[in-house]
């Protein structure tokens, strides 16, 4: 089952920067005046949607739908697919919706192409730093058409990993606690950091998708606290580990996992 051509790639980028642009129209964080108001809601579960998730969740999933009229989509502002062809979409229309409603810049579009549950294209974009990281399954990763690779470090470095959701323990290796998990999956890409140990209660796919193919690509390695892969689809368990790393000290990383309860 083929990914996508160039010409479509191309396009489903295009969108992609078309809903940022969209993103930034709300953001509170502009310095001109923006001009769509933001509307904040709170869902059942304490988190928040606003209008700019839905506005960039039209765009994007119009473009699917006329670019890929037999995938499924699975998107956080949607109700997941009756079924699947295969060919699964998985769309965060707007990661990090607290950071934009704070007008902080490390907000983000995720959106991934799963082929039978493996993740093999994704664009990460962050609208207001004008980053987009793309990858396809076996031609690499890119920044702004940069070539990605993670680091070759051996053995963990003070300060070098990203950690969430873990509690004492790991303060030798954990990076700055203010970075957010966007900015981290972009320097662990870039080889600045080794590594992401983050645990939490769920994980949507959308929240994993894009950044996993995109950090494989790199050279990097993906998996859950138990060392198995992911694969993603709406049929498919949501998960509460994700581990990343430069690949070559990934047994290290995990080993440095809490064990369950």
């Known amino acids: 089952m083929n990914t996508i051509t ?18 930034m129209s ?14 904040i809601i709170e869902k059942s579960d304490g988190s928040y949607v606003t209008s700019a998730d839905y506005a960039s969740n039209a765009i994007i999933v119009e473009m699917l739908r006329s670019l890929f009229p037999t995938d499924s989509i699975l998107s956080e502002e949607m109700e997941p697919p009756a079924s699947s062809s295969g060919r699964e979409w998985i769309l965060d229309p707007l990661d990090g919706t607290h950071l934009f409603i704070d007008g902080r810049d490390s907000f983000a579009i995720f959106l991934a192409l799963a082929i039978e549950g493996r993740a093999d294209f994704g664009v990460v974009y962050f609208p207001a730093r004008r980053q987009l990281l793309h990858a396809i399954r076996g031609s690499g990763a890119f920044l702004n058409e940069q070539r990605l690779r993670v680091s070759c470090n051996a053995a963990l470095r003070p300060k070098s990993i990203r950690v969430r959701g873990v509690t004492g323990g790991l303060k030798e290796w954990e990076a700055d606690r203010s ?3 966007g900015s981290s999956i ?3 890409c870039e080889g600045k950091l080794d590594g992401l140990l983050i645990l939490a209660p769920r994980f949507g796919h959308w929240d994993l998708a894009a950044p996993t193919i995109v950090i494989e690509e790199s050279g990097g390695t993906v998996t859950t606290r138990d060392g198995q892969a992911l694969t993603f689809g709406a049929a498919i368990p949501e998960y509460t580990s994700y581990i990343a790393s430069n690949g070559v000290l990934h047994s290290q990383l995990l080993s440095l996992v809490p064990k369950e309860d």
């Open 6 to 23: 160039p010409k479509e790639r191309d396009k489903v980028i295009s969108a992609v920067r078309k809903a940022g642009e969209e993103l």
């Open 26 to 39: 709300f953001w509170p964080g502009a310095s001109v005046g923006n001009g769509h108001k933001l509307e």
């Open 186 to 188: 972009v320097q662990l």
């Open 179 to 181: 970075l957010d998990s």
